[in-house]
Protein backbone atom coordinates (compact mmCIF):
# COMPACT_ATOMS: atom_id res chain seq x y z
CA UNK A 1 0.00 0.00 0.00
CA UNK A 2 1.20 3.77 -0.76
CA UNK A 3 1.41 5.69 2.14
CA UNK A 4 -1.73 8.27 2.38
CA UNK A 5 -0.86 11.90 2.29
CA UNK A 6 -3.03 14.15 3.74
CA UNK A 7 -2.71 17.45 1.95
CA UNK A 8 -4.19 20.69 3.22
CA UNK A 9 -4.53 23.36 0.70
CA UNK A 10 -5.88 27.08 2.33
CA UNK A 11 -8.23 29.56 0.57
CA UNK A 12 -4.91 31.29 -0.45
CA UNK A 13 -2.98 28.63 -2.15
CA UNK A 14 -5.11 27.88 -4.99
CA UNK A 15 -2.06 27.16 -7.41
CA UNK A 16 -2.03 23.78 -9.33
CA UNK A 17 2.03 23.80 -8.90
CA UNK A 18 1.49 24.56 -5.31
CA UNK A 19 4.66 22.79 -3.58
CA UNK A 20 2.63 20.40 -1.40
CA UNK A 21 0.77 18.93 -4.16
CA UNK A 22 3.84 18.81 -6.00
CA UNK A 23 5.08 16.76 -2.97
CA UNK A 24 2.17 14.43 -3.24
CA UNK A 25 1.37 11.09 -4.51
CA UNK A 26 -1.90 12.01 -6.43
CA UNK A 27 -2.71 8.14 -7.02
CA UNK A 28 -3.11 8.22 -3.25
CA UNK A 29 -2.70 11.33 -1.53
CA UNK A 30 -6.17 12.85 -0.30
CA UNK A 31 -6.35 16.66 -0.63
CA UNK A 32 -8.79 18.36 2.00
CA UNK A 33 -10.00 21.77 1.46
CA UNK A 34 -12.22 23.28 4.49
CA UNK A 35 -14.30 26.40 4.76
CA UNK A 36 -14.45 27.09 8.49
CA UNK A 37 -16.55 29.68 10.80
CA UNK A 38 -12.92 30.47 12.25
CA UNK A 39 -11.75 31.80 8.79
CA UNK A 40 -14.62 33.67 8.23
CA UNK A 41 -14.78 35.37 11.58
CA UNK A 42 -11.57 35.99 13.24
CA UNK A 43 -11.97 39.36 11.81
CA UNK A 44 -15.49 39.93 10.61
CA UNK A 45 -14.57 40.23 6.81
CA UNK A 46 -16.00 41.83 3.82
CA UNK A 47 -19.47 39.86 2.44
CA UNK A 48 -17.10 40.12 -0.79
CA UNK A 49 -14.20 38.63 0.85
CA UNK A 50 -15.36 35.67 1.87
CA UNK A 51 -17.73 35.11 -1.11
CA UNK A 52 -14.41 35.27 -3.06
CA UNK A 53 -12.62 33.10 -1.37
CA UNK A 54 -15.07 30.09 -0.98
CA UNK A 55 -16.14 30.21 -4.65
CA UNK A 56 -12.71 30.26 -5.62
CA UNK A 57 -11.67 27.41 -3.21
CA UNK A 58 -14.91 25.14 -4.84
CA UNK A 59 -13.32 26.01 -8.28
CA UNK A 60 -10.13 24.75 -7.39
CA UNK A 61 -11.32 22.10 -6.04
CA UNK A 62 -13.21 21.12 -9.08
CA UNK A 63 -9.88 21.73 -11.13
CA UNK A 64 -7.76 19.56 -8.86
CA UNK A 65 -10.27 16.60 -9.11
CA UNK A 66 -10.96 17.01 -13.27
CA UNK A 67 -7.02 16.87 -12.75
CA UNK A 68 -7.35 13.50 -10.83
CA UNK A 69 -7.11 14.38 -7.13
CA UNK A 70 -9.15 12.91 -5.14
CA UNK A 71 -10.32 15.81 -2.63
CA UNK A 72 -12.63 15.90 0.28
CA UNK A 73 -14.40 19.39 0.52
CA UNK A 74 -16.24 20.63 3.32
CA UNK A 75 -18.00 23.15 2.67
CA UNK A 76 -19.19 25.57 5.38
CA UNK A 77 -22.83 24.34 5.77
CA UNK A 78 -21.99 20.81 5.76
CA UNK A 79 -23.45 19.93 9.71
CA UNK A 80 -20.18 18.01 10.29
CA UNK A 81 -18.39 21.17 10.02
CA UNK A 82 -15.99 21.80 13.10
CA UNK A 83 -15.32 25.27 12.10
CA UNK A 84 -11.28 25.25 12.24
CA UNK A 85 -8.44 24.16 10.27
CA UNK A 86 -7.53 22.00 13.42
CA UNK A 87 -10.79 20.64 13.71
CA UNK A 88 -10.96 19.43 10.11
CA UNK A 89 -7.48 18.04 10.08
CA UNK A 90 -8.84 15.58 13.01
CA UNK A 91 -11.88 14.98 11.07
CA UNK A 92 -10.49 13.91 8.09
CA UNK A 93 -7.34 11.73 10.36
CA UNK A 94 -10.35 9.74 11.47
CA UNK A 95 -12.09 9.02 7.69
CA UNK A 96 -8.57 8.53 5.95
CA UNK A 97 -5.87 7.61 8.07
CA UNK A 98 -2.89 9.55 6.61
CA UNK A 99 1.01 8.59 7.34
CA UNK A 100 1.36 11.98 7.01
CA UNK A 101 0.30 15.52 6.41
CA UNK A 102 1.64 18.19 3.90
CA UNK A 103 1.30 21.83 3.65
CA UNK A 104 2.62 24.69 2.71
CA UNK A 105 3.35 27.45 5.37
CA UNK A 106 0.83 29.62 5.63
CA UNK A 107 0.54 33.13 5.10
CA UNK A 108 -0.36 34.40 8.76
CA UNK A 109 1.27 34.06 12.54
CA UNK A 110 -1.67 33.12 14.07
CA UNK A 111 -2.50 29.44 11.38
CA UNK A 112 1.23 28.92 11.42
CA UNK A 113 0.58 28.91 15.47
CA UNK A 114 -2.01 26.28 15.34
CA UNK A 115 -0.59 24.35 12.59
CA UNK A 116 2.67 23.80 14.60
CA UNK A 117 1.26 21.90 17.38
CA UNK A 118 -0.24 19.47 14.94
CA UNK A 119 2.42 17.00 14.69
CA UNK A 120 2.29 16.58 18.47
CA UNK A 121 -1.46 17.00 18.59
CA UNK A 122 -2.21 14.60 16.06
CA UNK A 123 0.61 11.86 16.70
CA UNK A 124 1.55 12.33 12.64
CA UNK A 125 4.47 13.68 10.95
CA UNK A 126 3.38 17.54 9.20
CA UNK A 127 5.49 18.56 6.53
CA UNK A 128 5.67 22.15 5.91
CA UNK A 129 6.97 23.31 2.93
CA UNK A 130 8.05 26.51 1.80
CA UNK A 131 5.63 28.68 0.03
CA UNK A 132 7.93 28.77 -3.14
CA UNK A 133 5.08 31.05 -5.02
CA UNK A 134 7.12 33.68 -3.43
CA UNK A 135 10.38 34.92 -5.28
CA UNK A 136 12.45 35.35 -2.18
CA UNK A 137 11.99 32.90 1.03
CA UNK A 138 12.00 33.96 4.27
CA UNK A 139 14.99 32.46 5.50
CA UNK A 140 16.77 34.37 2.28
CA UNK A 141 15.30 37.79 3.89
CA UNK A 142 16.22 37.18 7.20
CA UNK A 143 19.69 36.87 5.41
CA UNK A 144 19.41 39.59 3.54
CA UNK A 145 17.98 41.60 6.82
CA UNK A 146 20.52 40.48 9.10
CA UNK A 147 23.75 43.32 9.72
CA UNK A 148 21.56 46.12 8.17
CA UNK A 149 20.79 48.94 10.18
CA UNK A 150 17.97 49.86 8.24
CA UNK A 151 15.71 47.71 5.87
CA UNK A 152 14.55 50.09 3.12
CA UNK A 153 12.39 48.22 0.12
CA UNK A 154 14.85 50.41 -2.41
CA UNK A 155 17.84 48.21 -1.56
CA UNK A 156 15.47 45.08 -1.55
CA UNK A 157 14.53 45.37 -4.83
CA UNK A 158 17.49 45.66 -6.45
CA UNK A 159 18.50 42.89 -5.22
CA UNK A 160 15.54 41.32 -6.82
CA UNK A 161 15.90 42.78 -9.84
CA UNK A 162 18.85 40.95 -9.89
CA UNK A 163 18.02 37.98 -9.08
CA UNK A 164 14.94 37.25 -11.73
CA UNK A 165 17.09 39.71 -14.61
CA UNK A 166 13.76 41.58 -14.80
CA UNK A 167 14.67 45.01 -16.37
CA UNK A 168 18.14 44.16 -16.54
CA UNK A 169 20.62 44.85 -19.46
CA UNK A 170 23.40 42.00 -17.85
CA UNK A 171 24.39 44.08 -14.46
CA UNK A 172 22.55 47.66 -15.10
CA UNK A 173 19.18 48.62 -14.99
CA UNK A 174 16.89 49.19 -18.14
CA UNK A 175 16.95 53.00 -18.84
CA UNK A 176 19.83 53.81 -16.33
CA UNK A 177 18.06 53.75 -12.85
CA UNK A 178 16.92 51.73 -10.54
CA UNK A 179 13.68 53.78 -10.13
CA UNK A 180 11.06 56.26 -12.39
CA UNK A 181 8.53 57.05 -9.57
CA UNK A 182 9.56 60.56 -10.06
CA UNK A 183 7.93 60.48 -13.20
CA UNK A 184 4.32 58.88 -11.39
CA UNK A 185 3.01 61.46 -9.79
CA UNK A 186 -0.16 63.07 -12.38
CA UNK A 187 -3.12 63.97 -11.61
CA UNK A 188 -5.88 62.68 -13.63
CA UNK A 189 -7.84 64.77 -15.64
CA UNK A 190 -11.59 62.96 -15.47
CA UNK A 191 -11.73 63.12 -19.18
CA UNK A 192 -9.16 60.73 -20.10
CA UNK A 193 -9.77 57.41 -21.19
CA UNK A 194 -10.61 55.38 -18.46
CA UNK A 195 -10.33 51.47 -18.94
CA UNK A 196 -12.51 48.94 -16.63
CA UNK A 197 -11.68 46.35 -14.60
CA UNK A 198 -12.71 43.06 -16.60
CA UNK A 199 -16.20 41.41 -15.01
CA UNK A 200 -17.64 38.06 -14.58
CA UNK A 201 -20.95 37.07 -13.84
CA UNK A 202 -21.50 34.49 -11.07
CA UNK A 203 -21.62 31.17 -12.39
CA UNK A 204 -24.30 28.70 -10.56
CA UNK A 205 -21.43 27.92 -8.02
CA UNK A 206 -20.73 31.18 -7.36
CA UNK A 207 -24.69 31.80 -6.49
CA UNK A 208 -24.49 28.89 -4.45
CA UNK A 209 -21.41 30.82 -2.08
CA UNK A 210 -23.42 34.26 -2.48
CA UNK A 211 -26.74 32.96 -0.54
CA UNK A 212 -24.21 30.68 1.56
CA UNK A 213 -22.93 34.40 2.41
CA UNK A 214 -25.50 36.25 2.58
CA UNK A 215 -27.50 33.87 5.05
CA UNK A 216 -24.61 33.60 6.96
CA UNK A 217 -22.75 36.52 7.32
CA UNK A 218 -25.40 38.73 7.11
CA UNK A 219 -24.31 41.54 9.87
CA UNK A 220 -20.72 41.19 8.30
CA UNK A 221 -19.61 44.77 6.55
CA UNK A 222 -19.67 45.48 3.09
CA UNK A 223 -22.00 44.82 -0.09
CA UNK A 224 -22.19 41.04 -1.65
CA UNK A 225 -23.53 41.93 -4.94
CA UNK A 226 -23.03 43.28 -7.55
CA UNK A 227 -20.10 40.84 -7.41
CA UNK A 228 -17.82 40.72 -10.18
CA UNK A 229 -14.67 39.12 -9.36
CA UNK A 230 -12.75 36.48 -11.40
CA UNK A 231 -12.66 33.32 -9.27
CA UNK A 232 -11.33 30.85 -11.41
CA UNK A 233 -7.38 31.02 -13.24
CA UNK A 234 -8.44 31.34 -16.47
CA UNK A 235 -11.02 34.28 -15.47
CA UNK A 236 -8.11 35.88 -13.37
CA UNK A 237 -6.31 35.49 -16.90
CA UNK A 238 -8.96 37.63 -18.71
CA UNK A 239 -8.72 40.49 -16.02
CA UNK A 240 -4.81 40.11 -16.28
CA UNK A 241 -4.95 40.56 -20.28
CA UNK A 242 -7.29 43.49 -19.82
CA UNK A 243 -5.16 45.45 -17.40
CA UNK A 244 -1.99 44.39 -19.68
CA UNK A 245 -4.20 45.99 -22.80
CA UNK A 246 -5.58 48.79 -21.32
CA UNK A 247 -4.34 50.29 -18.50
CA UNK A 248 -0.84 49.32 -17.84
CA UNK A 249 0.59 52.10 -20.47
CA UNK A 250 -0.75 54.50 -18.19
CA UNK A 251 -0.15 52.89 -14.91
CA UNK A 252 2.97 54.73 -14.11
CA UNK A 253 1.46 58.60 -15.01
CA UNK A 254 -1.90 57.95 -12.62
CA UNK A 255 -0.03 55.78 -10.13
CA UNK A 256 -0.78 58.52 -7.15
CA UNK A 257 -4.04 60.14 -9.00
CA UNK A 258 -7.65 59.72 -7.60
CA UNK A 259 -10.93 60.82 -8.74
CA UNK A 260 -14.41 60.95 -7.25
CA UNK A 261 -16.13 58.69 -10.39
CA UNK A 262 -13.12 56.57 -11.16
CA UNK A 263 -12.52 53.78 -8.48
CA UNK A 264 -9.89 52.29 -10.46
CA UNK A 265 -8.19 54.39 -12.63
CA UNK A 266 -5.27 52.41 -14.67
CA UNK A 267 -4.82 50.00 -11.55
CA UNK A 268 -4.48 46.48 -12.06
CA UNK A 269 -7.04 44.88 -9.66
CA UNK A 270 -5.02 41.94 -9.46
CA UNK A 271 -4.15 41.80 -5.89
CA UNK A 272 -6.66 39.09 -4.70
CA UNK A 273 -6.10 37.49 -7.38
CA UNK A 274 -2.39 37.01 -7.04
CA UNK A 275 -2.97 36.78 -2.57
CA UNK A 276 -5.03 33.56 -3.42
CA UNK A 277 -2.72 31.89 -6.41
CA UNK A 278 -5.06 32.20 -9.38
CA UNK A 279 -2.28 34.11 -10.79
CA UNK A 280 1.22 34.02 -10.47
CA UNK A 281 3.10 37.34 -9.61
CA UNK A 282 6.66 36.59 -11.89
CA UNK A 283 4.91 35.13 -14.61
CA UNK A 284 2.80 38.77 -14.47
CA UNK A 285 5.87 40.76 -14.60
CA UNK A 286 7.61 38.97 -17.11
CA UNK A 287 4.72 39.46 -19.25
CA UNK A 288 4.84 43.54 -18.05
CA UNK A 289 8.66 43.74 -19.09
CA UNK A 290 7.52 41.80 -22.74
CA UNK A 291 5.29 44.79 -23.12
CA UNK A 292 7.70 47.57 -23.02
CA UNK A 293 10.33 45.50 -24.70
CA UNK A 294 7.91 45.16 -27.37
CA UNK A 295 7.19 49.34 -26.85
CA UNK A 296 3.88 48.49 -26.09
CA UNK A 297 4.20 50.07 -22.76
CA UNK A 298 6.86 52.67 -21.31
CA UNK A 299 9.17 52.06 -18.65
CA UNK A 300 7.56 54.09 -16.21
CA UNK A 301 4.78 51.93 -16.23
CA UNK A 302 6.54 48.52 -16.44
CA UNK A 303 8.93 49.59 -13.99
CA UNK A 304 6.87 51.21 -11.14
CA UNK A 305 4.16 48.04 -12.17
CA UNK A 306 7.22 45.31 -10.94
CA UNK A 307 8.59 47.38 -8.51
CA UNK A 308 5.47 46.90 -6.42
CA UNK A 309 5.33 43.03 -6.90
CA UNK A 310 8.89 42.07 -6.93
CA UNK A 311 9.67 45.20 -4.38
CA UNK A 312 6.96 46.01 -1.98
CA UNK A 313 5.14 42.98 -1.97
CA UNK A 314 8.06 40.72 -1.30
CA UNK A 315 9.23 43.19 0.70
CA UNK A 316 6.19 43.42 3.38
CA UNK A 317 5.98 39.61 3.70
CA UNK A 318 9.76 39.23 4.47
CA UNK A 319 9.57 42.17 7.17
CA UNK A 320 6.45 40.66 8.64
CA UNK A 321 7.86 37.14 9.11
CA UNK A 322 10.58 38.96 10.27
CA UNK A 323 9.08 40.94 12.71
CA UNK A 324 6.00 39.08 14.32
CA UNK A 325 4.67 38.27 16.55
CA UNK A 326 6.10 41.56 18.53
CA UNK A 327 5.23 43.73 14.81
CA UNK A 328 0.96 43.86 15.69
CA UNK A 329 1.75 45.02 18.95
CA UNK A 330 3.64 48.19 17.87
CA UNK A 331 2.51 51.61 18.67
CA UNK A 332 4.99 54.08 18.49
CA UNK A 333 3.02 57.11 19.10
CA UNK A 334 1.06 55.48 21.75
CA UNK A 335 -2.21 56.41 19.83
CA UNK A 336 -5.53 55.10 21.54
CA UNK A 337 -8.32 56.87 19.64
CA UNK A 338 -11.06 54.35 18.81
CA UNK A 339 -11.61 54.08 15.10
CA UNK A 340 -14.24 56.66 13.59
CA UNK A 341 -17.90 54.97 13.28
CA UNK A 342 -17.68 56.81 9.96
CA UNK A 343 -15.26 53.99 8.84
CA UNK A 344 -18.18 51.61 8.79
CA UNK A 345 -20.92 53.82 7.25
CA UNK A 346 -19.13 57.10 4.94
CA UNK A 347 -21.28 58.98 7.22
CA UNK A 348 -19.12 62.02 7.04
CA UNK A 349 -18.99 65.54 5.09
CA UNK A 350 -15.37 64.97 4.38
CA UNK A 351 -15.51 63.86 0.57
CA UNK A 352 -12.58 62.21 0.41
CA UNK A 353 -13.04 59.46 2.54
CA UNK A 354 -16.44 59.35 1.84
CA UNK A 355 -15.50 57.95 -1.65
CA UNK A 356 -12.61 56.09 0.12
CA UNK A 357 -14.62 53.99 2.82
CA UNK A 358 -17.99 53.71 0.17
CA UNK A 359 -16.30 52.49 -2.37
CA UNK A 360 -14.49 50.19 -0.27
CA UNK A 361 -17.91 49.28 1.29
CA UNK A 362 -19.40 48.37 -2.48
CA UNK A 363 -16.19 47.35 -3.71
CA UNK A 364 -13.85 45.53 -1.46
CA UNK A 365 -11.37 47.62 -3.42
CA UNK A 366 -9.68 50.40 -3.06
CA UNK A 367 -6.10 51.57 -4.43
CA UNK A 368 -3.06 52.14 -2.89
CA UNK A 369 -3.64 56.20 -2.73
CA UNK A 370 -7.01 55.71 -1.20
CA UNK A 371 -5.83 53.63 1.52
CA UNK A 372 -2.55 55.19 2.14
CA UNK A 373 -3.18 58.66 1.72
CA UNK A 374 -7.22 59.01 2.42
CA UNK A 375 -8.10 56.54 5.39
CA UNK A 376 -4.53 55.69 6.38
CA UNK A 377 -3.32 59.19 6.71
CA UNK A 378 -6.32 60.32 8.31
CA UNK A 379 -6.54 57.63 10.67
CA UNK A 380 -2.52 58.45 11.86
CA UNK A 381 -2.89 62.18 12.31
CA UNK A 382 -6.30 61.55 14.38
CA UNK A 383 -4.29 59.16 16.34
CA UNK A 384 -6.24 56.08 16.76
CA UNK A 385 -5.48 53.26 18.01
CA UNK A 386 -3.06 51.18 14.80
CA UNK A 387 -4.47 47.65 16.02
CA UNK A 388 -7.94 49.26 15.26
CA UNK A 389 -6.93 50.46 11.63
CA UNK A 390 -4.90 46.80 11.04
CA UNK A 391 -8.22 45.25 11.90
CA UNK A 392 -10.27 47.58 9.55
CA UNK A 393 -7.97 46.85 6.86
CA UNK A 394 -7.89 43.60 7.55
CA UNK A 395 -11.52 42.96 7.20
CA UNK A 396 -12.31 45.21 4.49
CA UNK A 397 -10.53 44.45 1.53
CA UNK A 398 -10.83 41.43 -1.11
CA UNK A 399 -6.95 41.20 -1.50
CA UNK A 400 -6.04 41.09 2.89
CA UNK A 401 -3.99 38.51 4.60
CA UNK A 402 -1.73 39.72 7.56
CA UNK A 403 1.20 39.01 5.96
CA UNK A 404 0.68 41.83 3.56
CA UNK A 405 -1.70 44.16 4.87
CA UNK A 406 0.06 44.39 8.46
CA UNK A 407 3.48 45.88 7.22
CA UNK A 408 1.23 48.25 4.33
CA UNK A 409 -1.02 49.82 7.65
CA UNK A 410 1.18 49.88 11.01
CA UNK A 411 4.27 50.18 8.84
CA UNK A 412 3.52 52.21 5.81
CA UNK A 413 0.07 53.79 7.02
CA UNK A 414 0.70 54.65 10.50
CA UNK A 415 4.41 54.60 11.43
CA UNK A 416 3.50 52.75 14.46
CA UNK A 417 6.77 50.90 14.06
CA UNK A 418 8.84 53.74 14.54
CA UNK A 419 10.49 53.45 10.91
CA UNK A 420 10.94 49.81 10.43
CA UNK A 421 9.53 49.81 7.20
CA UNK A 422 9.33 53.89 5.91
CA UNK A 423 11.74 56.37 6.21
CA UNK A 424 9.23 58.93 7.36
CA UNK A 425 5.46 58.86 8.15
CA UNK A 426 2.94 59.56 5.41
CA UNK A 427 1.34 62.43 6.89
CA UNK A 428 -0.10 64.87 4.76
CA UNK A 429 -2.47 68.03 4.63
CA UNK A 430 -5.16 68.80 2.08
CA UNK A 431 -3.36 70.47 -0.21
CA UNK A 432 -1.74 66.83 -1.07
CA UNK A 433 -5.29 64.92 -1.43
CA UNK A 434 -6.37 68.55 -3.71
CA UNK A 435 -3.29 68.26 -5.93
CA UNK A 436 -3.52 64.71 -6.87
CA UNK A 437 -7.63 64.40 -6.64
CA UNK A 438 -10.93 66.03 -7.35
CA UNK A 439 -12.35 65.22 -4.38
CA UNK A 440 -12.19 69.19 -2.35
CA UNK A 441 -14.29 70.61 -5.36
CA UNK A 442 -17.68 69.17 -4.01
CA UNK A 443 -16.52 68.64 -0.23
CA UNK A 444 -18.37 70.58 2.53
CA UNK A 445 -15.08 71.56 3.77
CA UNK A 446 -12.67 74.11 2.49
CA UNK A 447 -9.29 72.53 1.07
CA UNK A 448 -7.99 76.66 1.65
CA UNK A 449 -8.66 77.18 5.23
CA UNK A 450 -6.19 76.28 7.71
CA UNK A 451 -8.28 76.54 10.91
CA UNK A 452 -12.09 76.59 11.86
CA UNK A 453 -15.13 74.44 11.47
CA UNK A 454 -14.78 74.95 7.57
CA UNK A 455 -11.63 74.53 6.90
CA UNK A 456 -10.33 70.86 5.65
CA UNK A 457 -9.70 69.03 8.94
CA UNK A 458 -6.59 67.37 7.21
CA UNK A 459 -4.86 70.92 7.29
CA UNK A 460 -5.35 71.44 11.37
CA UNK A 461 -4.65 67.58 12.05
CA UNK A 462 -1.61 67.56 10.29
CA UNK A 463 0.10 70.30 12.19
CA UNK A 464 -0.95 68.83 15.82
CA UNK A 465 0.06 65.25 15.03
CA UNK A 466 3.73 66.98 14.04
CA UNK A 467 3.42 69.31 17.28
CA UNK A 468 1.69 65.69 19.28
CA UNK A 469 4.12 63.99 18.08
CA UNK A 470 7.60 66.45 18.15
CA UNK A 471 9.73 64.45 20.59
CA UNK A 472 9.41 60.92 18.06
CA UNK A 473 9.77 62.88 15.07
CA UNK A 474 11.66 66.44 15.24
CA UNK A 475 14.66 64.07 14.39
CA UNK A 476 13.90 62.52 11.46
CA UNK A 477 15.95 64.27 8.61
CA UNK A 478 13.12 63.89 6.37
CA UNK A 479 11.16 66.15 8.44
CA UNK A 480 13.95 68.66 9.25
CA UNK A 481 12.18 71.34 6.08
CA UNK A 482 8.74 70.65 7.67
CA UNK A 483 9.72 71.54 11.46
CA UNK A 484 11.65 74.29 10.56
CA UNK A 485 8.24 75.67 8.94
CA UNK A 486 6.56 75.30 12.35
CA UNK A 487 9.14 76.44 14.27
CA UNK A 488 8.66 79.74 12.47
CA UNK A 489 5.10 79.96 13.18
CA UNK A 490 3.73 82.39 15.89
CA UNK A 491 2.92 81.00 19.18
CA UNK A 492 -1.03 82.44 18.19
CA UNK A 493 -0.83 80.40 14.77
CA UNK A 494 0.42 77.23 16.41
CA UNK A 495 -2.25 77.63 19.13
CA UNK A 496 -4.94 78.25 16.68
CA UNK A 497 -3.98 74.95 14.28
CA UNK A 498 -3.79 72.51 17.79
CA UNK A 499 -6.89 74.51 18.87
CA UNK A 500 -8.98 73.60 15.78
CA UNK A 501 -7.39 70.19 15.72
CA UNK A 502 -8.73 69.30 19.30
CA UNK A 503 -12.21 71.15 18.01
CA UNK A 504 -12.30 68.57 15.19
CA UNK A 505 -11.37 65.91 17.53
CA UNK A 506 -13.96 66.29 19.86
CA UNK A 507 -16.91 65.94 16.90
CA UNK A 508 -15.29 62.53 16.39
CA UNK A 509 -16.24 60.73 19.90
P1 LIG B 1 -1.83 48.08 -8.34
O1 LIG B 1 -1.73 49.45 -7.79
O2 LIG B 1 -2.24 47.95 -9.72
O3 LIG B 1 -0.39 47.37 -8.11
C1 LIG B 1 -0.07 46.16 -8.78
C2 LIG B 1 0.22 45.05 -7.82
O4 LIG B 1 1.36 45.36 -7.02
C3 LIG B 1 -0.88 44.75 -6.83
O5 LIG B 1 -1.85 43.91 -7.38
C4 LIG B 1 -0.13 44.11 -5.68
O6 LIG B 1 0.04 42.74 -5.91
C5 LIG B 1 1.23 44.78 -5.73
N1 LIG B 1 1.35 45.85 -4.75
C6 LIG B 1 1.22 47.18 -4.97
N2 LIG B 1 1.52 47.87 -3.86
C7 LIG B 1 1.81 46.97 -2.91
C8 LIG B 1 2.19 47.06 -1.54
N3 LIG B 1 2.35 48.24 -0.94
N4 LIG B 1 2.37 45.91 -0.86
C9 LIG B 1 2.23 44.72 -1.45
N5 LIG B 1 1.89 44.57 -2.75
C10 LIG B 1 1.70 45.68 -3.46
N6 LIG B 1 -2.14 44.92 -0.65
C11 LIG B 1 -2.62 43.68 -0.57
O7 LIG B 1 -2.41 42.88 -1.48
N7 LIG B 1 -3.33 43.27 0.52
C12 LIG B 1 -3.60 44.11 1.55
O8 LIG B 1 -4.25 43.72 2.52
C13 LIG B 1 -3.12 45.44 1.48
N8 LIG B 1 -3.38 46.33 2.48
C14 LIG B 1 -2.90 47.61 2.38
C15 LIG B 1 -3.16 48.49 3.43
C16 LIG B 1 -2.68 49.79 3.37
C17 LIG B 1 -2.93 50.74 4.50
C18 LIG B 1 -1.93 50.21 2.26
C19 LIG B 1 -1.39 51.59 2.19
C20 LIG B 1 -1.67 49.34 1.22
C21 LIG B 1 -2.15 48.03 1.26
N9 LIG B 1 -1.89 47.11 0.23
C22 LIG B 1 -2.37 45.83 0.33
C23 LIG B 1 -1.04 47.46 -0.92
C24 LIG B 1 -1.79 48.03 -2.13
O9 LIG B 1 -2.59 49.10 -1.73
C25 LIG B 1 -2.61 46.98 -2.84
O10 LIG B 1 -1.80 45.87 -3.18
C26 LIG B 1 -3.21 47.53 -4.13
O11 LIG B 1 -4.01 48.65 -3.85
C27 LIG B 1 -4.01 46.45 -4.82
O12 LIG B 1 -4.69 46.95 -5.94
P2 LIG B 1 -4.21 46.67 -7.42
O13 LIG B 1 -4.16 45.22 -7.68
O14 LIG B 1 -5.08 47.50 -8.29
O15 LIG B 1 -2.73 47.21 -7.36
C1 LIG C 1 -9.81 34.44 4.05
C2 LIG C 1 -10.29 33.05 4.19
C3 LIG C 1 -11.64 32.81 4.49
C4 LIG C 1 -12.62 33.90 4.64
N1 LIG C 1 -12.08 31.57 4.66
C5 LIG C 1 -11.26 30.52 4.49
C6 LIG C 1 -11.71 29.18 4.66
O1 LIG C 1 -12.83 28.94 5.02
N2 LIG C 1 -10.82 28.19 4.44
C7 LIG C 1 -9.55 28.41 4.08
O2 LIG C 1 -8.80 27.44 3.86
N3 LIG C 1 -9.09 29.66 3.96
C8 LIG C 1 -9.91 30.71 4.15
N4 LIG C 1 -9.44 31.97 4.03
C9 LIG C 1 -8.01 32.17 3.79
C10 LIG C 1 -7.24 31.93 5.11
O3 LIG C 1 -7.67 32.88 6.07
C11 LIG C 1 -5.73 31.98 4.89
O4 LIG C 1 -5.36 30.84 4.20
C12 LIG C 1 -4.99 32.03 6.19
O5 LIG C 1 -5.21 33.27 6.78
C13 LIG C 1 -3.50 31.81 6.01
O6 LIG C 1 -2.98 32.81 5.23
FE1 LIG D 1 -10.72 65.74 1.89
FE2 LIG D 1 -10.15 68.13 2.92
FE3 LIG D 1 -10.42 67.87 0.31
FE4 LIG D 1 -12.55 67.66 1.91
S1 LIG D 1 -11.30 69.46 1.59
S2 LIG D 1 -12.05 66.34 0.19
S3 LIG D 1 -11.67 66.67 3.70
S4 LIG D 1 -8.87 66.93 1.57
Known amino acids: MPDTDLVLVLGDQLTPSLSSLEAANKASARVLMVEVAEEATYVRHHKKKIAFVFSAMRHFAAALRSDGWMVDYVALDDPENSGSFTGEIARAIDRHAPDRIIVVEPGEWRVRTAMDTWAERFGIPVDTLEDDRFLCSRSDFAEWAKDRKQLRMEHFYREMRRKTGLLMDSDTPVGGRWNFDTENRKRADPDLFMPAPARFDPDATTRAVLALVSERFADHFGDLEPFWFAVTAEQAQ ?49 RVEAEYRAGRAPLNAVEGFIRQIIGWREFVRGLYWLKMPGYVELNTFGADRPLPVFYWTGDTGMACLKAAIDQTKEEAYA ?143
Open 367 to 509: HHIQRLMVTGNFAMLAGVDPKAVHEWYLMVYADAYEWVELPNTLGMSQFADGGILASKPYAASGNYINKMSDYCGACRYDVKQKIGKDACPFNPLYWDFLARNERILRGNPRLAQIYRTWDRMSAEKKQAYRESAADFLDTLS
Open 238 to 286: VALDRFIETALPFFGDYQDAMLENERFLYHAVLSAYINVGLLDPLAICR
